[in-house]
């Protein structure tokens, strides 16, 4: 036997150690761990070992597997609440420290969640619409409730096609070609027109009037309603969810128009208050851009700057030449790169008032069904380096408020497929920065599907109370 098998064997060993303690966690305190942001929820040793090597990509070694089961069984007998607990973060920020006892720095670290309440709220969310994001937020909300309770799905409304419609919703749900299987089991109820999803009953209304459908009918009271369709755009047409029996609030999952309030979680989504009962989550593009330039903007001040978006194609182009309203949109999507508008780059300035005017945009549709990229090109107030660009993204990354928003990756061999899946607005690609004087050329990833849809989540928990804190607190990006 070889040493580096030897080494792997006592690397399983502490793994099969940490599983239990994070399945303790979960039953007996509703604490939910991860590892710099990766969750450890229904994972194997080996998927420990993985989140543990990730770390190198963040603070440029491994996480020690000891270490990490240190602090678990320290947790384990703490009185902790319902949390979301960030173990790499706490080993880091341990290490970091001049802490000489690891049981006083997490009841510090931890002080907030200690004797709180273990049990949950929840708030009912309905989905209007059951596309390609409505299949998606429905994927996520099943896992989150799962793990969070808090945001419960309890029904989808969507316009009957067909005796066949309950099946085909189902098997949509089921089976995604970009997305891979459901993560779980999928089964129909047709005599009460349910999709049960993991034991989770989602009720499929058919309706073509949100303001008739009475969802109390429903036992489905004060809920937030998820318009997906893109029919409404402004406060009016919005406003026929609030008509509907059971309806308290309303996020569209497009850009809104007029005074609607355009939400980029992690950037702007403390402006909600409890009056508003209509808010929009912006655009994938808006969300992947705008803490990036939150940050760099912060920093080192934007004079002015353009983006270029390389966007996968999307339901609204044509699979093959045809008639289309759009500009060039009618030509085939999987044939051709097509050059179209993008409102993103002015979408930004709704988010983040201090770029108004100071960015312009553009996209090129690629034949590709998912994940996207979005060119930063900036001119800044001060000269630049590429390597502190990257270094201060990179802790951005690890230790401020925006971890979930931005990602930063430096590897050689990353494609678009890469990205598919990620729950991250954004991911620098740090090997693409390009820095010269005071001009910055960065290069954003993004899935505009699913990591758009997450952000989506992220405003729907904040709308309704349910947001589940992550412990231990991060920092400011402006102090980093």
Not at 145 to 163: D, F, H, S, W
Request: one cysteine or more.
């Amino acid at each position: 036997m070889t040493h580096n098998h030897k080494d792997w064997n006592q690397r399983i060993d502490v793994a099969e150690d940490m599983l239990p303690l994070i399945g303790r966690l979960h039953r007996n305190n509703n604490v939910v761990v991860s590892v710099f942001g990766r969750l450890l929820v229904n994972v194997s040793d080996i998927d420990i070992i993985k989140s543990h090597r990730y770390a190198r990509h963040i603070i440029s070694k491994e996480l020690s597997l000891e270490g990490s089961l240190e602090i678990l069984r320290e947790l384990v007998t703490m009185d902790l609440g319902t949390a979301s607990i960030d173990l790499g973060q706490l080993a880091y920020n341990f290490e970091q420290s001049e802490a000489t006892e690891l049981r006083a720095f997490l009841e510090a670290e931890l002080a907030p969640v200690i004797g709180a309440d273990s049990e949950s709220s929840h708030t009912d969310v309905v989905l209007y619409g059951f596309g390609r994001i409505g299949r998606l937020l429905a994927r996520i909300m099943v896992s989150r409730e799962a793990l969070y309770g808090g945001a419960r799905l309890r029904a989808i409304v969507v316009r009957k096609n067909g005796e066949e419609d309950l099946v085909k919703r189902a098997s949509l749900l089921r089976r995604d070609s970009v997305h891979g299987a459901f993560d779980g089991t999928i089964t129909t109820d047709h005599e009460n027109n349910i999709i049960w999803a993991n034991g989770t009953p989602i009720q499929v209304i058919y309706s073509n009037d949100p303001a008739t459908v009475d969802y109390t009918a429903y036992g489905i009271n004060d809920a937030v309603v998820v318009d997906n369709t893109g029919r409404w755009r402004d406060r009016e047409g919005l406003s026929q969810h609030l008509q509907a029996k059971g309806v308290a609030k309303v996020v569209l999952t497009a850009p809104g128009k007029g005074d609607l309030k355009n939400i980029v979680y992690g950037i702007n989504h403390d402006d909600i208050t409890p009056e508003d009962q209509i808010v929009t989550a912006a655009s994938c593009t808006t969300n992947a851009i705008t803490p990036v330039l939150k940050v760099v903007n912060d920093r080192y001040g934007v004079e002015f700057g353009h983006v270029e978006t390389v966007h996968s194609f999307t339901n609204d182009q044509n699979l093959i030449d045809n008639f289309h309203k759009g500009s060039r949109r009618g030509r085939a999507a999987g044939l051709n790169m097509v050059l179209t508008e993008t409102g993103a780059a002015k979408a930004v300035a709704k988010a983040l008032p201090e770029l108004e005017g100071k960015l312009t945009g553009n996209a090129i549709r690629v034949p590709t069904p998912d994940v996207s990229m979005a060119v930063l090109n900036l001119t800044l107030n001060q000269e630049v380096e590429r390597d502190e660009v990257n270094e201060f993204l990179r802790r951005v990354s690890l230790h401020s408020n925006l971890r979930q928003q931005i990602d930063w990756i430096c590897s050689p061999e990353v494609v678009s497929t890469d990205f598919v899946g990620t729950t991250h607005a954004g991911i620098v690609d740090g090997l693409a920065t390009i820095a010269t004087g005071r001009h910055l050329v960065l290069y954003v990833w993004y899935d505009n599907e699913f990591g758009y849809s997450n952000q989506v989540v992220r405003i729907v928990e904040e709308i309704a109370g349910v947001r589940p804190r992550v412990y231990p607190e991060r920092a400011l990006p402006v102090s980093l």
